[in-house]
Nanobody, 121 residues
Framework: QLVESGGGLVQAGDSLTLSCVVT????????MGWFRQAPGKEREFVAA??????YYSTPVKGRFTIARDNARNTVALQMNSLKPEDTAVYYC??????????????????WGQGTQVTVSS
């Protein structure tokens, strides 16, 4: 299971860090990713950590940082310079996607419950 924490209500320009812990298993050898879903929109890729490499969506590149600690089975998403359009429920995901599919939600088979991030203007 994946358990997220760290969401909340912040103002535009603020920073927030989300955390996700893998319980009952290990994250070693798996890709860990973050996705988000805003009301009325599809779930979209945010960031992923795979085989020592990190990947970001265009809207968050340069503002968000994904960092994992395999010893602790955790992955964090540091979010800086937050914007109102970053408002969404953020989900942690675990899977073994191939490189060409790591931005697709269907490539991940384990999901957290989600944590709400709201950015006010």
């Amino acid at each position: 299971q994946l358990v997220e924490s760290g969401g909340g209500l912040v103002q535009a320009g603020d920073s927030l860090t989300l955390s996700c812990v893998v319980t009952g298993g290990t994250s070693n050898g798996y890709t860990m990713g973050w996705f988000r879903q805003a009301p009325g929109k599809e779930r979209e890729f945010v960031a992923a950590s795979r085989l020592g490499n990190t990947y970001y969506s265009t809207p968050v590149k340069g503002r968000f940082t994904i960092a994992r600690d395999n010893a602790r089975n955790t992955v964090a998403l540091q979010m800086n310079s937050l914007k109102p359009e970053d408002t969404a429920v953020y989900y942690c995901a675990l899977g073994r996607p191939i490189l060409s599919t790591l931005r697709r939600a269907e490539a991940y088979n384990t999901w957290g419950q989600g944590t709400q991030v709201t950015v006010s203007s």
